[in-house]
């Protein structure tokens, strides 16, 4: 089992293990329950450490089990070098696997997700009922997540950080690159970063091509949100950034804050010929909220009078395609400024067919809210006063037409995926083995699967239930 302890400063995410070894992926049919054996044998600090340009298949999801412990490629690499986590357990009816590292124990306090690529092997089917591609947060502090590629999720999301009791505290997400998430296609979407820790930082990370949020925030209150960039390239996407959601904390954005980050509609890719501003996109393809604010902007009347509290949103830039840049309803409290449109930007689409037959939709515009539902909110002064801001992702795309932007276009100059910025640790240190005999793996190994098995049933039944979310206009 490979594998390293290591003394650290939570304060920081460079972290030197004193050894390494990576660990094997052979035998295969094995790899699951070896993984979780090292995880569950070795206590609090061990690293997982997996050997880089190597395939770990796995057919349940790997589990953190005590606090500080790490899961990485080792020497850290940033590239397509860094190990692949594949989700290849069975499906059937709906229901299967859909999570590959799962960081919500009681004892995780401090485990760290780190420099992995994780396929989700949803490849084009339907979503499956359960949790995203990596499961992280719970009763627990002090987590990170960075470095991390996830895409191609089976579930709702490429990565969750959940709220536990709502005591989820100080998780850090940044510098990971995620999607493509889900697809366009109705109620078949899937997240980029699902958010519902309080005080967590998520910076840096770039996001390409989600379905349904870039970067979803359930409240999480105290959360900083910024120096992001989400960008769609063949697919439309719901909301870029949402804080929209009325469950789990009662709507309590107190200190979120979201600022400095970019966000990239649709634009145009046919050949951009002299004096022409604006072409066809071959996928129709845009954003329909730059950044949505307030439940009714997403659910309609689903939450009644209740409201989004006490956020603040300033400093993001938006360019490209989108049917409103940002859409703003039932807030209370909100401070909204100093969000500006760059390069060539488009405001289009029209009423779809699930748009609600009682609700008006309003007009494309970058910047739109509805003062009837919004109170006690400071906001820029270039909004577009609109009398209903109900369930606004309903609109759909033209069909065809030239009224896509040139210039930016993501899906022939991607923005560079994030780059390490430091080194966390360049070299492993000296192999520590640790030799388990063949008896002794079996047998932990079977009691470890009838442990994940059970624990990853109940986290199947919790997911439905937090995934009813998803059944939008």
């Known amino acids: 089992m490979g594998g390293s302890r290591f003394v650290e400063d939570h304060s920081s995410s460079r972290h030197t293990p004193r050894a390494s070894s990576c660990f094997a992926a052979d035998p295969t049919d094995t790899l699951t329950d070896r993984m979780n054996v090292a995880l569950n044998s070795s206590g609090q600090g061990y690293v997982l450490s997996l050997c880089p340009n190597t395939e770990y298949s796995i057919q349940a999801p790997i589990l953190f089990a005590f606090s500080d412990q790490e899961i990485s490629t080792q020497g850290y690499p940033t590239d397509e070098t860094r190990a692949l986590i594949i989700v290849n357990g069975t499906v059937n009816n709906g229901t299967g696997q859909t999570t590959a590292i799962d960081g919500t124990c009681a004892q995780c306090d401090g485990v760290r997700l780190r420099n992995v690529q994780i396929n989700g092997s949803r490849n084009g089917g339907s979503p499956v009922n359960g949790g995203g591609n990596v499961e992280m947060g719970g009763s627990n502090s002090n987590q990170l997540v960075e470095y991390v590629k996830s895409y191609n999720p089976r579930g709702w999301t490429c990565l969750h950080i959940v709220e536990g009791a709502l005591s989820c505290n100080n998780i850090t997400v940044q510098n990971n690159d995620v999607g493509p998430c889900g697809t366009d296609d109705f109620q078949q979407w899937a997240d980029g970063l699902s958010i519902s820790c309080q005080n967590a930082v998520v910076r840096n ?22 120096n992001n960039t989400i960008w769609v390239v063949n697919q439309t996407l719901l909301g870029g950034i949402n804080m929209v959601d009325y469950d789990p904390w009662s709507g309590n954005y107190t200190n979120t804050v979201v600022y400095n980050n970019t966000i990239l509609g649709g634009f145009s890719n046919e050949n951009e010929e002299a004096n022409e501003t604006d072409g066809t996109n071959s996928d129709d393809v845009i954003i329909k909220i730059g950044i949505a604010i307030g439940p009714r902007t997403w659910f309609g009347t689903e939450y009644g009078n209740n409201v989004s509290l006490s956020g603040r949103v300033y400093n993001n830039r938006l360019s490209g395609a989108f049917s409103y840049a940002i859409g703003m309803t039932s807030a209370k409290n909100f401070t909204v400024e100093n969000n500006v449109l760059f390069g060539n930007t488009s405001f289009i689409g029209a009423r779809g067919p699930n748009c609600s037959s009682s609700d008006t939709t309003p007009t494309p515009a970058a910047f739109v809210i509805d003062q009837n539902t919004v109170s006690q909110s400071t906001t820029q002064s270039n909004f577009t006063t609109i ?53 002794f793996v079996a047998v932990l190994a079977f009691f470890i699967r009838r442990w994940v098995l059970k624990r990853a049933e109940a986290q199947r039944l919790y997911k439905a239930s937090r995934r009813s979310r998803y059944i939008k206009n």
């Open 205 to 226: 990370n770039m996001v390409q091509n989600p379905t349904d949020g870039g970067i979803v925030l359930f409240g999480s209150p105290g959360t900083q949100v910024y």
């Open 387 to 439: 009398s209903d801001g109900n369930s606004l992702t309903c609109v759909q795309p033209p069909d065809g037409g030239d009224y896509w932007p040139f210039g930016g276009n993501p899906s022939t100059s991607t923005p560079s995926s994030p780059s390490s910025g430091h080194s966390s640790s360049s070299t492993a240190g000296i192999v520590v083995g640790v030799i388990v005999g063949i008896l």
